[in-house]
Each structure stands twice: as structure tokens, then as C-alpha cells.
């Protein structure tokens, strides 16, 4: 094998171990906040309305009583099946949630990657032709401050204005 396809092989390697490596840490730091936050879903959901009694056969059957590296090594289990839990919310599997959301958010996504896309261009070619102007510095500038802005933030504000 050329050296050139050789190193083209390690450095896919790489990237798909570090990709790993990634989600592993993702998946750890979850499991750490959820883990370690106050309270638990078994109490705070359900307080007063069962009896201590049966959350603790709730905890028992779900293994929040198990020790913190049991639960942590089945949690990584669950996550590597595809076994995301349970949704308390909606009284269904979180996977079937996320499934039931995929093509709205997919839809969503690929109308604003469109849309960014034809804007952008649109603004980079205005741009070109008017070098150095002041429309171009305004346009330059609003760019960087919006671009500059976290995504969530700024849909809150437009959601405001548009509201």
C-alpha cells in the first residue's frame, strides 16, 4: 500500500477513535450531571402521591439503587443498543420521541442551510460589488455581530419580534 493511502487509512482511523472519544465523554458528562443533580425523578415527580414504599421498589426495578459504577456501566450499555429510557413526559421510549422529531427538525434544518446559503451568497456578491463602501462595512459588520451571536439567543429574539 503508497504511503500517501497509508496515512490517509490512519488518519481516518484516527478521527473515527476520536469521534469515539467524543461521544463517550458526551455520554459520561450526561450521566454525571443527571447522576449528581439534587433530588431524583422518583421523588420529586411523585411526592406525597405514593408511598415511600413503592419508590423504592420503583428505584429497585429501574437500578437507581444499584452503586454509581453498576448504574454507570449499564448506562453506557443502554446508550451503545440505541436504549436511550424512558420519557416521563410523554410516556414512551425517549427513542420514539426523537423518531417521532426527526423529520420536522430535519425539515427545519435544511430550509434554514437553504436559506443561509442563497442570503449569504446573495450578500457576499452585493458585497463584492461595492468594496469598501459604507453599505458594504454596515453589511460587514451586521454580519459578524449576528454570526458572532449564540443561535438559541438570537431565536429568542426573533421569536420576540415576531411574536
Known amino acids: 500500500m503508497p504511503d500517501a493511502q497509508r496515512s490517509g487509512v490512519s488518519r481516518a482511523i484516527r478521527r473515527v477513535l476520536q469521534g469515539l472519544g467524543v461521544v463517550w465523554a458526551a455520554a459520561t458528562l450526561a450521566f454525571v450531571l443527571l ?9 420529586t ?4 402521591v405514593v408511598s415511600a414504599a413503592t419508590r423504592d421498589a420503583w428505584r429497585a426495578q429501574s437500578g437507581a439503587d444499584a452503586a454509581i ?21 410523554q410516556q414512551r421510549p425517549v427513542s420514539a420521541v426523537l423518531r417521532d422529531a426527526l423529520p420536522n427538525t430535519l425539515l427545519l434544518m435544511g430550509v434554514a442551510l437553504a436559506t443561509s446559503l442563497v442570503f449569504g451568497m446573495l450578500l457576499g456578491a452585493w458585497q463584492g460589488t461595492r468594496i469598501g463602501s459604507t453599505g458594504d462595512q454596515i453589511a460587514s459588520t451586521t454580519s459578524l455581530v449576528l454570526y458572532s451571536m449564540p ?13
Do not use: I, K, N
Not at 447522576?35 to 421523588?43: H, I, K, L, S, V
Open 35 to 43: 447522576r449528581f443533580a439534587p433530588g431524583d425523578q422518583y421523588a
Open 45 to 48: 415527580r411523585v411526592d406525597g
Open 69 to 89: 459504577t453498576t448504574q454507570y456501566v449499564r448506562y453506557l450499555g443502554d446508550v451503545a443498543r440505541g436504549d436511550l429510557g424512558w420519557s416521563t413526559l
Open 151 to 163: 443561535e438559541f439567543w438570537l431565536a429568542l429574539l426573533l421569536m420576540q419580534l415576531f411574536a
